[in-house]
């Protein structure tokens, strides 16, 4: 096992696949950039075939990752994940290569993610602030006591 891996394991989760994220659109980049010509030539050759398995895999890879970065802040936070059954939320997404089909969030999937994420956020906000008050109010009545009997 690579020193890089285990540093990595090391990691919070969260930056783990932030920098999975990150290496995946690195690959994105070098592949676009090796594109090859939309030409008869680069047909025959298969360089254009190639590249659409590169990037439907690279896709995949990527989608896979948002899928997993959502599902994780939603267990962190304690929430369902968005219901599994609904089709308009996941998609089956299939590899080039491999020919690997992931179940994936679509964008309407990550959209209702973000906004199961933002509410337990929001709500966990005003507990605290909800505790925080009371923790206010108790020291202001305790100071005012003190400075009654004084």
Not at 18 to 46: F, H, I, W
Request: glycine share 6%; hydrophobic share 40%; with cysteine.
């Amino acid at each position: 096992m690579k020193l890089t891996n285990r540093l990595k394991a090391m990691l919070p989760m969260i930056w783990q696949y932030r920098m999975d994220l990150r290496r995946c659109r690195k690959s994105e980049d070098l592949v676009e950039k090796a594109r090859p010509p939309n030409t008869q030539a680069a047909y025959d050759s298969g360089a254009l075939h190639m590249y659409y398995c590169e990037s439907t895999d690279l896709y995949q890879w990527r989608r896979t990752l948002l899928t997993k970065i959502y599902r994780y802040r939603l267990e962190k936070l304690g929430v369902p994940m968005v219901d599994p059954n609904d089709q308009k939320l996941w998609e089956e997404v299939e590899s080039g290569i491999s020919q690997d089909t992931a179940i994936c969030l679509t964008t309407a999937g990550e959209y209702a993610a973000i906004a199961a994420i933002r509410e337990a956020q929001k709500h966990r906000r005003e507990m605290v602030l909800y505790w925080f008050g009371i923790a206010v109010g108790l020291i202001g009545s305790l100071t005012g006591l003190v400075s009654a009997f004084k």
